[in-house]
């Protein structure tokens, strides 16, 4: 679920790029970077530009992408034959540079030493594996005066924040509150002096995403003054967080952008 107009993006076609590189940056955490040729046509925007991820199948010598762009993609893909289709992931640039693009991957392994598609690849990732891109735009996008920033999210939306903070211009002055499965998850980034940001672990193995950086906003002691609000990550956070800052904080709805990435306990299709 979604509530906010994105900041299109420039130019988009779906990209071939290649793995470059990969690394395990903390305990819950991949790091891919992609390059190749297709990497030249892509714009980047800063703040939260996120884009949709190709991936092949098990077993798929070639990664069938659609060649249209827009919206157009999307039936494109639905009319290829499944086993061909290539699964399809949300992803959030981390970094960018002229020679490779950074995403993080929160990668999931349970019990059985299963994981989603996404996971997987980044577990294995190397260099000259291929995948697909589809830049999407910026969804950080405020539209009403504000005096300061609130960003709030779980691990999945730490990419979100990141880009953020490093695009707001040095003297924004705001709250971030980002929760991650393990302190050592946390990450070092540019960040404005005047946007406190606080990081919140679960620590607790089998702790539902999400919960804490609700917990924390709601008990926060935050600015005065008209803000802006942006959630991102698990569906109840987002939605939560909304009703709580409407609700608790007297924030007009106006001024509260939210996207629920994902739903705990509901595997992507």
């Not at 509530?3 to 955490?29: A, C, F, Q």
């Not at 880009?163 to 707001?168: F, M, N, Q, R, Y």
């Not at 980002?178 to 998850?185: I, Q, R, T």
Request: glycine fraction near 10%; aromatic fraction near 8%; hydrophobic fraction near 40%.
């Amino acid at each position: 679920m979604a509530n906010y107009k994105i900041r299109k993006p420039v130019d988009p076609h779906v990209l071939l790029l290649e793995v470059t590189g990969s690394e395990r940056i903390s305990p819950n955490i991949v790091r891919v970077t992609f390059g190749g040729e297709g990497l030249a046509r892509f714009t980047p925007l800063g703040f939260d530009q996120w884009f949709r991820l190709f991936l092949p199948r098990p077993g798929q010598d070639t990664l069938k992408l659609p060649t249209r762009a827009s919206g157009l993609w999307y039936a494109q893909y639905l009319a290829t034959a499944k086993p061909k289709r290539p699964f399809v992931r949300n992803y959030t640039v981390r970094a960018y540079r002229p020679d490779g693009l950074d995403v993080d991957f929160v990668v999931h392994v349970d019990a059985a030493g299963h994981s989603g598609p996404a996971s997987a690849f980044a577990l294995a990732a190397k260099p000259g594996d291929r995948a697909g891109l589809l830049d999407q735009g910026v969804g950080y996008n405020p539209r009403a005066d504000h005096d300061w920033t609130l960003l709030v999210a779980d691990e999945t939306g730490l990419p979100a924040v990141a880009g953020i903070c490093e695009s707001l211009p040095g003297d924004a002055s705001g709250v971030a509150v980002v929760e991650v499965p393990s302190l050592a998850d946390r990450q070092e980034f540019r960040v404005p002096a005047g946007v406190d940001l606080r990081w919140v672990a679960r620590d607790e193995p089998g702790g539902v995403p999400g919960q804490l950086a609700l917990a924390t906003l709601r008990a926060a002691r935050l600015p005065s003054g008209p803000v802006w609000a942006y959630l991102v990550g698990e569906s109840a956070l987002v939605t939560g967080g909304r009703r709580h800052l409407v609700e608790e904080r007297a924030v007009p709805k106006g001024n509260i952008d939210f996207i629920g990435y994902w739903r705990h306990g509901h595997a992507a299709m």
